[in-house]
């Protein structure tokens, strides 16, 4: 049987099904094609449950129904046979041929096998990580960094125009914290006795940039603490009033000279946080400045279109939107009384913009503990003449991390967090970016970080490129070129394992293709799991390089397909694959 390009299986058989129900049931609307692959190999590669489906509203018994759909399948190149079973089941057997050729489909499209040949004509925009500036990134940080980043790469290879954007908050309290933070650390350095706030950002981080001031500067921004004014903010008993009277006592004491304080903090923070990315592999399209919303003017107009449709009223000196009219558990204030506009108001301005901009489908990526902020940016999306449902998005939860058995405490504003950095040089960035797609981005991830740094069957990363590594060790022991197998005659494959691991790669489209679905990178890790389980397994009990030269050279063709799917499905991860290990 004549190569041909990978067809999306489950499309074609659906055409070859809807094409037989319309002669069985031409006045019966489409119920809804599913095909679902089998648990037991000797019920087929595809199963399809459409005749239970129809038979209520044909009145017929299931059985009967799949009967005259099966009798009715016009003719597949892909197909050797469908059959009915149990209820009413249709399970589908592919060719052994078209199997066989998988092999040489997978070598012919290289680093393409797996992407899809559809153009979707969709731009999608990926918010992800976009925490706010004010040290250095987590681990908590690096899971919604590694699923933002996974997901966009398997969004692209579906056939989406992605674009990936991290949204600065160079705007609002929690730089001020870090500006006062900052300065009062500046003052130490001056020799100034300083009662540092308990609830400021505490780590060493912000020590180093009063220092580096320090340097640059020696006391050219040296105020006293000591005045009537500091020691009243610090006599509040409500540490986060507190905390806000010290910030206007900065502004105050050093007026023009606090604004560089602020942007010397948020510069310092933003260009750690960029190349800590990129180390890790993680790169954007945009870094979408909070602060340009409300000097573009933005954020009041935005308000502006939502009071002129009645959705905003004034109760207590601050502006509220009626965010309980599109289903939020009560109403949100987006300016407050003192005239400044909430971190909502920016939200709203921020998602109208990137619909202005001409996204067709905007994911954000959020951390569980904003799930409550969901139903009020849709709310203001709707009430903004916005489809909603052009939204989504993604939660992450927190990654929990174990060493010797033990969690690892953490606590971001007292300075005793694991920094994604601190992580990424314990564990390598491959174990980080793999451990850390290996659940649903809304599970409980507990992260081992013993179990991350061995090289053990046990940990997934290691197992999967070590059969990479093995499949090169393979190809380096037979000598050849590898771009010669791309038309190897793979007929001697015929072993349950080689048909299992035929199948296997001829489902990998399909893997790429449900993750990018329900946005779920873990379906890609998962799959290279069980490829890379099956491989060892066939590995072990069979020898490759035999002496009959047609069925070494069919092996060999199959262990080179299976390491491009490997590298491949690494590669969307963002994983590295080794030719040793």
């Given at each position: 049987?004549?190569?041909?390009?990978?067809?999306?299986?489950?499309?074609?058989?659906?055409?070859?099904?809807?094409?037989?129900?319309?002669?069985?049931?031409?006045?019966?609307?489409d119920p809804g094609i599913l095909l679902e692959k089998p648990k037991q190999a000797q019920h087929g590669d595809y199963a399809c449950n459409v005749a239970l489906q129809l038979a209520k509203a044909l009145k017929r018994a299931p059985r009967d129904i799949a009967a005259q759909i099966v009798a009715g399948?016009?003719?597949?190149?892909?197909?050797?046979?469908?059959?009915?079973?149990?209820?009413?089941?249709?399970?589908?057997?592919?060719?052994?041929?078209?199997?066989?050729?998988?092999?040489?489909?997978?070598?012919?499209?290289?680093?393409?096998?797996?992407?899809?040949?559809l153009d979707r004509k969709k731009r999608v925009l990926v918010e992800f990580v976009s925490a706010n500036p004010t040290g250095p990134?987590?681990?908590?940080?690096?899971r919604g960094a590694a699923y933002g980043a996974s997901l966009s790469n398997i969004l692209k290879a579906a056939g989406f125009?992605?674009?990936?954007?991290?949204?600065?908050?160079?705007?609002?309290?929690?730089?001020?914290?870090?500006?006062?933070?900052?300065?009062?650390?500046?003052?130490?350095?001056?020799?100034?006795?300083?009662?540092?706030?308990?609830?400021?950002?505490?780590?060493?981080?912000?020590?180093?940039?009063?220092?580096?001031?320090?340097?640059?500067?020696?006391?050219?921004?040296?105020?006293?603490?000591?005045?009537a004014a500091f020691k009243k903010a610090l006599a509040e008993a409500d540490e986060e009033i507190r905390l806000d009277r010290l910030i206007q006592h900065a502004k105050e004491r050093l007026g023009g000279d606090y604004a560089y304080f602020h942007d010397f903090a948020l510069n310092e923070q933003l260009e750690d946080c960029r190349s800590d990315l990129a180390e890790f592999?993680?790169?954007?399209?945009?870094?979408?400045?909070?602060?340009s919303l409300h000097d573009s003017g933005l954020v009041e107009r935005a308000l502006s279109q939502?009071?002129?449709?009645?959705?905003?009223?004034?109760?207590d000196g601050a502006k509220w939107f009626r965010s309980t009219a599109f289903g939020d558990e009560k109403d949100r204030v987006v300016r407050r009384e003192n005239g400044q506009y909430t971190y909502f108001a920016s939200d709203i301005a921020y998602h109208l913009n990137k619909f202005e901009r001409g996204s067709d489908l905007v994911i954000d990526v959020w951390g569980a503990d904003h799930h409550g902020y969901v139903a009020r940016v849709k709310g203001a999306l709707a009430a903004l003449g916005l489809n909603p449902e052009q939204l989504t998005i993604a939660m992450v939860q927190f990654a929990v991390l174990y060493r010797n058995g033990q969690k690892v405490s953490m606590s971001t504003r007292a300075g005793e967090f694991v920094s994604l950095r601190?992580?990424?040089?314990?564990?390598?960035?491959?174990?980080?970016?793999?451990?850390?797609?290996?659940?649903?981005?809304?599970?409980?991830?507990?992260?081992?970080?013993d179990l991350a740094k061995s090289q053990s069957n046990e940990n997934p990363v290691y197992y999967v490129q070590y059969a990479h590594a093995r499949v090169c060790s393979v190809l380096e022991q037979w000598g050849g070129e590898p771009a010669e197998l791309t038309e190897t005659a793979t007929v001697t494959l015929g072993l349950e394992q080689e048909l299992a691991l035929l199948t296997r790669l001829m489902d990998y489209p399909q893997a790429v293709e449900d993750a990018a679905r329900d946005l779920s990178p873990h379906l890609v890790a998962f799959f290279l799991r069980?490829?890379?389980?099956?491989?060892?397994?066939?590995?072990?009990?069979?020898?490759?390089?035999?002496?009959?030269?047609?069925?070494?050279?069919?092996?060999?063709?199959?262990?080179?397909?299976?390491?491009?799917?490997?590298?491949?499905?690494?590669?969307?991860?963002?994983?590295s694959a080794p030719g040793r290990m």
């Open positions: 049987m004549p190569a041909s390009p990978v067809p999306d299986l489950r499309a074609h058989l659906a055409a070859l099904l809807s094409e037989a129900i319309r002669d069985a049931a031409p006045h019966v609307s399948l016009p003719a597949s190149p892909c197909l050797e046979k469908a059959e009915v079973a149990g209820a009413g089941f249709i399970n589908f057997f592919l060719r052994r041929s078209f199997k066989q050729e998988t092999v040489n489909r997978v070598l012919r499209a290289g680093a393409a096998y797996g992407v899809a040949a990134l987590h681990v908590g940080h690096g125009e992605v674009a990936r954007e991290y949204y600065v908050n160079d705007a609002g309290r929690q730089m001020d914290i870090l500006a006062l933070s900052t300065w009062l650390r500046y003052l130490e350095q001056c020799g100034k006795a300083v009662d540092f706030p308990g609830n400021a950002y505490q780590g060493d981080y912000v020590r180093k940039m009063a220092n580096a001031i320090h340097e640059q500067h020696g006391a050219m921004f040296a105020r006293d603490p000591a005045t592999g993680v790169t954007f399209d945009h870094w979408f400045s909070e602060r939502l009071d002129e449709h009645g959705h905003l009223y004034e109760q601190e992580l990424r040089q314990e564990v390598g960035n491959d174990a980080a970016r793999f451990f850390y797609v290996l659940r649903r981005s809304d599970q409980h991830l507990d992260f081992d970080l069980e490829l890379a389980a099956e491989f060892h397994s066939y590995y072990n009990s069979t020898r490759i390089l035999v002496e009959d030269e047609g069925t070494k050279r069919a092996r060999v063709a199959l262990a080179a397909a299976i390491r491009q799917v490997l590298r491949n499905g690494l590669a969307l991860l963002g994983v």
